[in-house]
């Protein structure tokens, strides 16, 4: 059974960090792309940091301050959140794309790594709180 299982959020005073992990598994054949996505209160889900097709993408949000990373399996993946700002409160989901649904240019790549609606699977979310 494919199955995605987020942990390591939590409430943490702005400018702190913290460690998101993604357990992947099931995952028999691979998959085409991995990610973290957050959706806030009253808010569309979003792209934070994603990897397909040999590279990573960050959303503006999230460049400089978070990084992708996992291990060399593909079973394990990673987000380190550092400065972190009230307005990153949020549930954060880990989600995997099966295959590739379109092929983008070259310019296009990070919107289509970073839209959720490009991907098939999802955990079930940890919810991060920035608050003093």
């Known amino acids: 059974q494919v199955q995605l299982v987020e942990s390591g959020g939590g409430l943490v005073q702005p400018g702190g960090s913290l460690r998101l992990s993604c357990v992947a598994s099931g995952f028999s054949a691979g998959y085409y792309a991995i990610g973290w996505f957050r959706q806030a209160p009253g808010k569309e889900r979003e792209g934070v940091a994603c990897?397909?097709?040999?590279?990573?993408y960050y959303s503006d949000a999230a460049k400089d301050r978070f990084t992708f990373s996992r291990d060399n399996t593909g079973n394990m993946v990673y987000l380190q959140m550092n400065s972190l700002e009230p307005e990153d409160t949020a549930v954060y989901y880990c989600a995997a794309a099966w295959a590739r649904r379109s092929r983008p240019l070259y310019s296009e790549r990070s919107a289509y790594f970073l839209d959720p609606n490009k991907y098939d699977v999802w955990g079930q979310g940890t919810q991060v709180t920035v608050s003093s």
């Open positions: 990897t397909g097709n040999g590279d990573t």
